[in-house]
C-alpha cells in the first residue's frame, strides 16, 4: 500500500539557521498538507497546498515558513529563520479527492 | 476558527470492557471528522471518519456517533484489546476555509491505557 514518505527523520539546527523539510506524497494525491507537533502536545495544522498554491494557512504559518512543489513528486516546508520555538515533530499529509488525509512519519525538528 | 475539545484526556480500561472518547466543535461549517490512532513515536493513523450528513458509522470494534446539532461526536470501542492502548486525537475539518483542501483541527488527545 503506498505511503506518504518524509526526509530526514531527524533534523537538528542551530538558531537563525533555515531547514528545508521534505515529503513526498502518494502519487495520485492532489491536496497536500503541513501540520507539526510539539511533544506531548496535539497536531496542529500549518499550511494546505492545491493546485500548485497555497489554500488555507494557519496562525502559525508566518512568513519564516514557506512551502514549494518544485516537481511532480516532492512537496516541502522551509522555515527560513529557525527559533527554538520551532522544535516539533512535523508531519506532511495528503489525500485524493475522498477526505481521508494520509499522514507522512515525520520529521523531528531540534532547534538548539 | 475550528476548536475542538477533547474529553478525557486519559482513560484507563478494563481489557474488553469497552472505551468512550467524546469531543464537541465549534464551527457549524465543518462536514468531516476523523478519528487518528497515534502509538508513541508514530505517525497519526486513521481508524474511522463521519461526514455531517450521517449520524452513526461502524466498523467491527469501532464506532463513532455525531449529534451535528449539539456539535459533538463520539468514539466507540468495544472489547478493548491491549494493541487498542495509544493516544487518539478526534478532529474536525475546516469548511469555512471555502477551498478544497480544508486543514484540520485536532482535539488535545486521549492517552487510552487497556489494563490487562
Known amino acids: 500500500e503506498p505511503e506518504v514518505t518524509q526526509t530526514p527523520s531527524h533534523q537538528v539546527t542551530q538558531m537563525g539557521q533555515e531547514v528545508i523539510l521534505r515529503c513526498v506524497p502518494i502519487s495520485n494525491h492532489l491536496y497536500f498538507y503541513w501540520y507539526r507537533q510539539i511533544l506531548g502536545q496535539k497536531v496542529e495544522f500549518l499550511v494546505s497546498?492545491?493546485?500548485?498554491?497555497?489554500?488555507?494557512k494557519s496562525e502559525i504559518f508566518d512568513d519564516q515558513f514557506s512551502v514549494e512543489r518544485p516537481d511532480g513528486s516532492n512537496f516541502t516546508l522551509k522555515i527560513r529563520s529557525t527559533k527554538l520555538e520551532d522544535s516539533a515533530m512535523y508531519f506532511c499529509?495528503?489525500?485524493?479527492?475522498?477526505?481521508?488525509?494520509?499522514f507522512g512519519p515525520g520529521t523531528r525538528l531540534l532547534v538548539l | 476558527g475550528e476548536n475542538v475539545e477533547q474529553h478525557p484526556s486519559t482513560l484507563s480500561v478494563q481489557e474488553g470492557d469497552s472505551a468512550v472518547i467524546k469531543c464537541t466543535y465549534s464551527?457549524?461549517?465543518?462536514?468531516?471528522f476523523p478519528w487518528y490512532k497515534q502509538e508513541l513515536g508514530k505517525r497519526p493513523q486513521l481508524i474511522i471518519d463521519?461526514?455531517?450528513?450521517?449520524g452513526e458509522k461502524k466498523d467491527q470494534r469501532i464506532a463513532v456517533t455525531l449529534n451535528k446539532t449539539a456539535k459533538h461526536f463520539s468514539l466507540h470501542i468495544t472489547e478493548t484489546q491491549p494493541e487498542d492502548s495509544a493516544v487518539y486525537f478526534c478532529?474536525?475539518?475546516?469548511?469555512?476555509?471555502?477551498?478544497?483542501?480544508?486543514?484540520?483541527?485536532f482535539g488535545k488527545g486521549t492517552h487510552l491505557i487497556i489494563q490487562p
Open positions: 463521519i461526514r455531517s450528513n450521517v
Open positions: 499529509a495528503s489525500r485524493s479527492e475522498a477526505e481521508t488525509q494520509y
Open positions: 497546498f492545491y493546485n500548485n498554491e497555497i489554500s488555507e
Open positions: 478532529a474536525a475539518n475546516h469548511g469555512y476555509s471555502g477551498g478544497g483542501a480544508d486543514g484540520l483541527t
Open positions: 464551527d457549524s461549517a465543518s462536514n468531516y
